[in-house]
Structure formats: C-alpha cells, structure tokens
C-alpha cells in the first residue's frame, strides 16, 4: 500500500510538472455551446468493429436550457498526438474534453491539472516553512530552557488553543481581497506556515530537551564546542524523523485549508484554478445532479490526502524519543 501511495504522490507531481504538455486545452479557454457538455468517451473500434486510433464521436448541444447534449455517431473527431500538447483535436468546435466542461465551456480535465500546480506548490512551500520555522523554533526552546524557551513555548501554545481554520480565514479576509497572483501565492503560504510551525516546535522541543543530557551532546560540550553548534551539529538531527513525518503531516493539512480558503472566495481568482476554486462550482447541489464530474477536483484532493496518509508511515519517524511529558 506504501507503494501504491508514493507512486500515487509521484504522479500528482509529475502531472502536475507537466500539466501544459498534457492538458488537451487551455485552462482559461471557454468554447462556444459547451457548457456543462459531458466528456468525451474515447474509442478504439470503430462501427465496423475494426480497430483504430483513439477518437470520439462529436456532441451536439440540443437543448441549451436543460443542458442537454446528444452524440453525433455520423461525426468522428479523431486525435492529434504528441507536439506542443500530449494530445489535442485540430477541431475547435469540438474539443477534447475528458472530463466534460464547466459552466463556461471550460475544459474541467485541463483545469483540475493546472490546478494541481497551484495546490500542490502551495502546500509544498507552506509545510516546508511550517517545519523549518517549527524545528527552529523548537529546537531553540528546548535548548534555551529557560526565559527564551518559555516565551516561545508559551506563543507556540496561544496559536495551538486558536481555531486553525478560522485563524486562517481572518488573517485571509483583513488582506486586500484583489492581489496579484503571485502575491495571493507568497501570502497564503506564509499564512499557513505561521499557523502551522507550533505542531512542529512542540515535538521537536520536547526531543530537544531529552537529547542535549545525553552523552554524546555532554561530550561535545566538554570537547569545547559551544551550545548553539551542539544544538545544530548534534541535537537537531535527532529530531529528523518526527520533522520528516510532521512535514508529510502538514501536506494534507494545507492542501484541505486552501481548498476551504478558496471555496470561501478568499483564495485565487477564478481564472487562476486552484483545487479550491474549483469546487466552488461543486457547492452547487442542483448542477451536480447534471454534471457530476465537476466534483473531480475532490476526487483529486482525496487521492492526495489519502495517498499521504498511507505513506506517512515512515519508519525513520522516531516518536519514541519523545518523553511522556510532551
């Protein structure tokens, strides 16, 4: 199963890497007469039962009201491989579109790969400043044990009693609500580490403080080296394996609280797809009913989150090293 999840994740990431290359169509382009159109189902064999390249039968909008599309079998759009995109059709009036469209005739599969690039970047980055501002922060308390480690202890355990999520928003919504992407993107991240490093300092405290009486780092001192270089050359990588599993621990966490950032209207615009932006869609219970597969994004938030749980069981994770007092 530890497999199957880290080839899962390694997959997310290299669509994700790749996404202009494999996306059928542009994220941002909306067709004419597509809206909520179904998926195209991709063929194989042809009426005569002989085998061919991969196409699909055209679809034709019938009735714009109810959203109602039927397929032209007289009409075959074949496929156009490898070049500037993996696959693509040269017909612009029927597009590929393996996951159907939006309410603007967006291509949804297209949308849920870029979208991939923001969520997983995101969540990528803030983790990684959670777990280094934990570790810092952590590993200067337990050492310090003293004025400087109960300040810091004492403001990681303040952030710890508030409400995560709604921390998160309020620091969200006091921001100007139109920025630039790349700004929404350095903001949204630094927000998240600074919610989430007090998980990591109280861990990495507690090991810390049980790790600098023993012999080796007692050694070390009496060899001459100072506190802060015992701490940084000796200490602090006895912590590596509660960091490692924190830092996969925060993945799942930030890719689910953008998602509820977005959702809110607080993430990125709607022309910037993130996960989040496009469940926004999804919250609408009476297009579900006609196109389901707006709930993609989900599945791929699921797959992720799921996917990380199975290989947060790592085995350099050291929790034992951690006294019961913690």
């Keep these: 199963m530890k497999r199957l999840a880290v080839g899962l994740l390694g997959a997310w990431m290299l669509a994700a890497a790749f996404a202009p290359w494999l996306s059928p169509n542009d994220p941002r382009r909306p067709f004419d007469s597509r809206a909520y159109a179904p998926p195209s189902r991709l063929h194989v064999l042809t009426d005569a039962g002989s085998l061919t390249m991969p196409f699909f039968y055209a679809h034709r909008l019938e009735n714009a009201l109810e959203r109602r599309y039927t397929v032209d079998r007289e009409h075959v759009v074949p496929l156009h491989w490898l070049g500037p995109r993996l696959v693509r059709t040269s017909d612009d009036a029927q597009p590929l579109m393996l996951l159907g469209g939006d309410a603007l005739g967006r291509d949804v599969f297209s949308r849920v790969l870029h979208g991939a690039r923001i969520s997983l970047a995101l969540a990528l980055i803030a983790a990684c400043g959670a777990t280094f501002l934990g570790a810092l922060a952590g590993g200067a308390a337990g050492h310090a044990n003293g004025a400087l480690g109960g300040v810091i202890m004492r403001i990681a355990e303040f952030v710890m009693v508030l409400p995560a999520l709604y921390v998160v928003l309020a620091l969200r919504a006091v921001l100007p609500l139109v ?148």
């Excluded at 990591?200 to 009486?213: F, K, L, P, T």
């Excluded at 809110?264 to 006609?290: C, I, K, M, R, Y």
């Design 179 to 326: 920025l630039p992407p790349l700004e929404i993107f350095l903001l949204t991240a630094a927000i998240f580490a600074l919610v989430g490093w007090p998980l990591a300092a109280r861990g990495v405290r507690a090991i810390v403080a049980a790790e600098r009486h023993r012999d080796y780092a007692e050694a070390a001192f009496a060899l001459g080296a100072t506190r802060w270089r015992v701490l940084w050359r000796h200490v602090l990588p006895a912590t590596a394996g509660f960091v490692r599993t924190q830092f996969t621990l925060f993945l799942p966490a930030c890719i689910l609280t953008e998602a509820a950032l977005s959702y809110a209207g607080l993430g990125f615009p709607d022309d910037l797809p993130s996960w989040g932006t496009l469940l926004q869609e999804a919250g609408n219970v009476g297009v579900l009913a006609s196109a389901p597969w707006l709930l993609a994004p989900a599945i791929a938030i699921f797959s992720v989150v799921f996917a990380v749980n199975l290989a947060v069981e790592s085995p350099g994770a050291r929790f034992d090293r951690i006294p019961p007092s913690a």
